[in-house]
């Protein structure tokens, strides 16, 4: 190859770059390691990593199962290993797939349209807010303090920047929206209202009252959605404007927090104000239906800085996944699903409340639920450690007054045994004897714990 | 078809119809376990919350679902196929054993929340990667939170943007050359900052006296990507670093082409104050059709304080932790921690490599280019002679004179087998070809590519119409794109 191009040596070619900036040396990095090595490290560092644990934890990523078919089908090449599905006549294979997920993203948030996905559910919500700036020409967003905090924090980051001040409101003792908060926050300066339901405690929403506040003030309504088995089970927020969904519980694994699968829903009116990859039907030359990337003219690689967002790469590979899942369970399946994770909770909701006060009880919920305790919920937690169970989401951080309140979650993968071990231990009902893993000591409760 | 390729065939491939229509009541592919607590009411616990019906969607059986997909999937082209030469988006392998142990159930299942104290194995890999990371770009601290390139140079605008304004003033503009990538634009607009263009050279490159000209105290950074969008070098790329920091700007790099420059130069040497990484690209994470990628951002010490929430740190026990507390932070940019499941796979990526390995994976790759552009050269127009690094951009002018622009030309690559090069772009090129062949490629794929690039040439000037009604072999042909985005047509619907 080198005689065909002419040179001598490959480093002929790297003779562009200025000698003083070429790099002589090896890099600093671990010498190459063979396929079983790489393997063993691995293994090792999944050790360190809980496994073998039993965990409580929900608020924002959710443990659910993930039946086999989508891993054997989304490992395949043709899969795998295409890019974005620019070339409509190489890529109809991805093309369709997004066409059914953006179908049944719609059915199932009860929204006219959804697109291709985004990065995660944070980025999606803070994008969602922007394309609300976008419809209605107004600089201000009204937020829901019961919005997944780290949601707050990215919203937060990109408001910055974008001059969109942000006003917060509250929730009351049943966990939901402060609506009369809600009223005199929402002025007619405001783009839209966010909120998420079920909320960061697992609550769900009064969709519609939250609606017409906002309707009232000509802001759009954004409902965020962390927990996308809830929609099996819970009536979807047809009055919302815009969905930002999470959809990471649709067989995405945990993977210790991606990726995952944010996408958009909308009503038909809005499509041309929303960010991201969309796929639409249309006929080939000879009358054949296929999929084609449309409305390319709101993205980046045609309209530069003009764009609705700078989104290029989104996650369509996960977003292939959550589709399996969702072609898997289909329209019994998810309500089934649903009903069980809502059953499960229910169970270990009332169990809880026999020895703690289980907060936010006015309101439905759905798999997830909010523990008081006397003691503070990281020693409890670093007990439970002990017992190889993680036990819920110490809210404190987030929400200094919940002081003693941890996030519980159940799913249908938590079985009854779990739950009643898990209240065993976390109440300090195991007799010593059964106590004998390792306890931590006092000052390290905290680290443990976060 | 004409000529008989060497690459590719016509065979059967299945029809499959949309999900929707393969529907009917009482099919199924799923089973719970039987509940062991007691069965709720849920119209008493969710009251009008209660969802009674979920519309449209599917019920199929396993096997409807295996086999439809798998169809769907006969209908791509992929890596796992052949050459997929698309320039500035490194279609490189995407090796196996990265997808066996990002499923190693530990590190599959780890909940992001989970204790730190049972999380070390996931901050390990974090630190690691990190690590490898900075020693390859020569820089000093880095954020693995961005979800994509794009996110990325976001990440990095808002860092420059604090790091502005913690010295009093955030400015105003950022400089990006005219051959640059359409998300730097969109991502300086998202930032909050004014886009002022900057005109290439007749070599190709950032013209240094235009930006000298250019350049004030208004601008805080110049986005440049190194090798730019034509694969070509930037060479005076230090006195840019030098002019943009002699007037208190900073100097941005899209590491979209990193692949030209592992293991041979580090742009922290030469001046970068800043740059995101694409994993999905150099580091052989897979496209996945669309994504997931992951885009890290890489910055000089002086940046170091704004980086996004929370980082990795050694705690003094000398167990690893996350640190949030960090007063100058420009905030979070993702929930979570970034796409760890790309992480895992970029770094099993390095594993393998090793500093031999990954040296000779960006000789390879620059290698190849120059073999490809050997072999076309004169065949197609070549619009810079400049030297090309990992990539090559010829035009589609010789063969515009017959009426076959280089969207006609891809489209024929098609039929021969192989997916089009990127097409069109960049935009300082009329009628681009951009190739991009990575490492990954064996000579005798390379010379199946140079054959049918030159035989399409050849068709152009025996029978352009041919060309120009390419493909003739895939499963459906120039789809209206203008129908689909006149009357959009998003979903489906039952018809009735």
């Known amino acids: ?450 | 078809m004409k000529h008989m390729t060497r690459k590719a065939t016509r065979h059967i491939s299945q029809n499959e119809g949309l999900i929707f229509e393969k529907s009917s009541p009482g099919k199924a592919a799923w089973k719970l376990p039987p509940l062991d607590v007691p069965e709720v009411d849920t119209a008493k616990l969710l009251g009008k919350q209660e969802r009674k019906d979920l519309g449209d969607m599917p019920e199929v059986s396993e096997i409807e679902i295996i086999r439809h997909f798998t169809r769907l999937s006969t209908w791509n082209y992929a890596i796992d196929l052949g050459m997929y030469p698309l320039g500035s988006c490194t279609m490189k392998y995407n090796p196996r054993v990265n997808e066996f142990v990002a499923r190693v159930e530990g590190l599959a299942n780890g909940h992001p929340y989970q204790p730190e104290k049972i999380s070390q194995g996931a901050l390990q890999i974090m630190k690691t990667l990190s690590d490898c990371l900075l020693e390859i770009t020569g820089m000093d601290a880095i954020t693995l939170q961005p979800a994509a390139g794009a996110h990325g140079e976001l990440t990095g605008l808002l860092l420059v943007r604090a790091y502005h304004q913690s010295k009093g003033n955030a400015r105003k503009k950022i400089l990006i050359p005219d051959s640059a990538h359409g998300t730097n634009p969109a991502t300086a607009a998202t930032a909050g900052y004014a886009v002022e263009n900057l005109k290439s050279n007749d070599r190709g490159m950032v013209d240094v006296a235009a930006l000298a000209a250019q350049m004030n105290e208004e601008v805080a950074a110049l986005m440049v990507t190194n090798p730019n969008t034509l694969g070509v070098f930037e060479q005076e790329i230090h006195k840019i670093a030098e002019l943009m920091h002699a007037k208190g700007g900073l100097l941005y790099m899209d590491g979209a082409n990193m692949n030209a420059l592992v293991a041979k130069a580090r742009p922290g040497d030469f001046g970068v104050d800043v740059m995101h990484m694409n994993l999905h690209k150099t580091f052989s994470t897979p496209h996945g059709g669309g994504g997931p990628g992951s885009g890290p951002v890489a910055v000089k010490k002086i940046l170091a304080p704004f980086l996004p929430t929370p980082v990795v740190i050694t705690k003094p026990d000398g167990t690893l932790g996350f640190e949030y507390n960090r007063p100058q932070s420009v905030g979070r940019v993702r929930a979570f921690y970034g796409n760890f499941g790309m992480f895992i796979r970029a770094l099993a990526y390095i594993f393998a490599n090793g500093p031999d390995g990954l040296r000779q994976t960006t000789e390879d790759a620059v290698l190849n280019a120059n073999y490809i552009r050997k072999g076309l050269d004169g065949v197609y127009d070549l619009p810079y002679s400049t030297p090309s690094m990992h990539e090559v951009v010829f035009s589609d002018k010789l063969q515009a004179k017959k009426g076959v622009k280089t969207v006609d030309l891809a489209k024929r690559l098609i039929d021969y087998g192989f997916h089009p090069y990127t097409m069109a772009f960049p935009l300082i090129v009329h009628g681009a070809l951009m190739i991009e062949p990575t490492e990954s490629e064996p000579k005798e794929e390379l010379d199946l590519f140079i054959e049918a690039m030159k035989s399409i040439a050849d068709e152009v000037e025996e029978d352009p119409q041919f060309v120009l009604d390419a493909p003739h072999n895939t499963r459906i042909s120039r789809l209206d794109e203008t129908l689909a985005a006149r009357k959009p047509v998003l979903r489906w619907k039952p018809e009735n």
């Open chain 1, 1 to 450: 190859m080198l005689k065909a191009i002419g040179i001598r040596s490959v480093d002929e070619l790297f003779s562009p770059i200025p000698t003083e900036y070429r790099l002589t040396r090896d890099l600093a990095i671990s010498r190459q390691m063979a396929e079983s090595e790489i393997v063993d490290w691995f293994k090792q560092r999944a050790k360190e990593n809980g496994e073998g644990y039993t965990s409580f934890l929900g608020a924002g990523a959710y443990f659910h199962y993930r039946p086999v078919v989508i891993d054997a089908l989304v490992q395949r090449g043709e899969f795998l290993t295409s890019y974005t599905p620019y070339q409509a006549e190489f890529a109809q294979g991805t093309l369709q797939a997004i066409f059914e997920f953006q179908t049944m993203i719609s059915e199932l948030t009860g929204m006219d349209l959804a697109n291709a996905s985004m990065y995660d559910g944070s980025t999606g919500a803070a994008e969602a807010v922007m394309m609300a700036v976008r419809v209605t020409g107004r600089h201000s967003a009204v937020i829901a303090r019961n919005l997944h905090p780290e949601y707050r924090e990215v919203l937060n980051t990109y408001a910055t920047h974008q001059a969109i001040p942000l006003k917060t409101v509250s929730f009351t003792d049943s966990g939901q929206i402060d609506l009369k908060e809600l009223e005199t926050a929402v002025g007619d300066d405001a783009a839209c209202v966010l909120i998420q339901s079920p909320n960061f405690f697992g609550t769900i929403e009064d969709v519609e009252a939250i609606a017409e506040i906002a309707h009232k003030r000509g802001a759009l309504l954004i409902v965020s959605i962390a927990e996308a088995v809830s929609l099996g089970i819970v009536e979807p927020p047809r009055t919302a404007d815009i969905v930002a969904m999470e959809a990471q519980s649709f067989g995405v694994p945990l993977g210790f927090g991606g990726p995952y699968c944010g996408v958009l829903a909308t009503k038909e009116k809005f499509v041309r104000q929303m960010p991201g990859r969309l796929v639409g039907q249309t006929v080939d030359k000879h009358g054949k239906r296929g999929f084609v990337l449309t409305l390319a003219t709101r993205e980046q690689h045609i309209r530069r800085e003009k764009a609705t967002s700078n989104i290029c790469t989104n996650q369509a590979l996960v977003a292939l996944m959550v589709n399996i899942f969702m072609t898997v369970y289909g329209k019994i399946g998810l309500r089934e699903l649903a009903k069980q994770n809502l059953a499960k909770t229910a169970y270990a909701a009332g169990q809880f409340s026999k020895h703690a006060k289980v907060l936010f009880a006015g309101a439905p919920r759905f798999n997830e639920f909010v523990v008081e305790s006397s003691e503070d919920p990281y020693a409890i937690n670093s007990r439970l450690l002990g017992h190889k169970i993680v036990g819920g989401f110490p809210l404190k951080k987030f929400y200094p007054e919940l002081k003693n309140a941890a996030l519980w979650c159940c799913t249908e993968l938590t079985t009854r045994s779990m739950i009643d071990k898990a209240i065993d231990a976390a109440v300090g009902l195991v007799a010593e004897s059964e106590r004998s893993a390792p306890r931590m000591k006092e000052t390290e409760e905290h680290e443990v714990a976060r």
